[in-house]
């Protein structure tokens, strides 16, 4: 997939997203674009088609942006698509809690449950700060029932399959838990994923352990416990 994104292609993506207004009235302008650059660009959200292009606001539009973009049809709706981040980048994650996914080459966390791929990236949630605030963003979000009813996403954005997600990472790479490495006794911490992980490797990160905290050994020695079940 190319990372060079036009202006013209920008001007696109807002021409389908006025068109699938007329299909989804309900859904916000900003899902509407969003759905709008996955389907015409294969990118996240149109927050990433406008950081890849990189233009200034006064940049030209050419004619190819005023041609008709097919998206959505006037006879009747298009349902969005759901899609997932491994579809249009072609990789797989190297661990996976509910819908939430970590990719290791990118160093990203996406989350696959709604209507296009949340894509956050790991090294942002350098300070304990830094991890609460895009927990307590997390936790704003949320789709009404019938959306959830008719399209099949998911409620939310799963903030207790994301923190064991962290919290598995956490064990795999610094031996202790996600309150060990970003708030021990309650101390503001700096956490370098980056050199953690060029460190230990992929190979660090061992399947997610589903029994792991209804079993107790989240609260008894987990790491002793974590070491022994890997071996």
Not at 21 to 34: E, G, V, Y
Not at 54 to 78: H, K, M, N
Not at 180 to 199: C, D, I, R, Y
Request: hydrophobic share 35%; with cysteine.
């Amino acid at each position: 997939m190319s990372k060079c994104i036009t202006v013209a292609q920008i001007e696109q993506v807002k021409i389908a997203a006025k068109r699938l207004k007329k299909s989804f009235p309900d859904l916000s302008h900003t899902r509407l674009l969003d759905i709008a650059a996955y389907s015409i660009l294969g990118v996240a959200s149109y927050h990433e088609a406008q950081t890849r292009l990189g233009a200034s606001p006064g940049d030209e539009i050419d004619d190819v942006a005023r041609q008709p973009v097919q998206v959505a049809s006037d006879q009747g709706p298009l349902a969005p698509h759901k899609c997932h981040y491994s579809g249009y980048t072609h990789l797989q994650p190297a661990l996976s809690v509910g819908h939430w996914h970590f990719f290791f080459e990118t160093r990203e966390l996406c989350f696959d449950g709604e209507y296009v791929p949340y894509v956050y990236e790991l090294d942002r949630l350098r300070t304990t700060g830094e991890l609460l605030d895009f927990t307590l963003q997390l936790n704003k979000k949320f789709w009404p029932k019938d959306e959830v009813e008719r399209f099949g996403i998911c409620p939310d954005y799963q903030v207790k399959e994301f923190l064991r997600l962290i919290d598995w990472l956490c064990y795999c790479y610094f031996d202790t838990h996600i309150q060990g490495v970003f708030s021990p006794s309650g101390k503001h911490m700096t956490v370098n994923w980056e050199a953690a992980l060029q460190e230990r490797g992929v190979s660090a990160i061992k399947p997610f352990p589903y029994d792991f905290y209804e079993t107790g050994e989240y609260h008894f020695n987990p790491v002793l416990k974590r070491r022994a079940r890997i071996q």
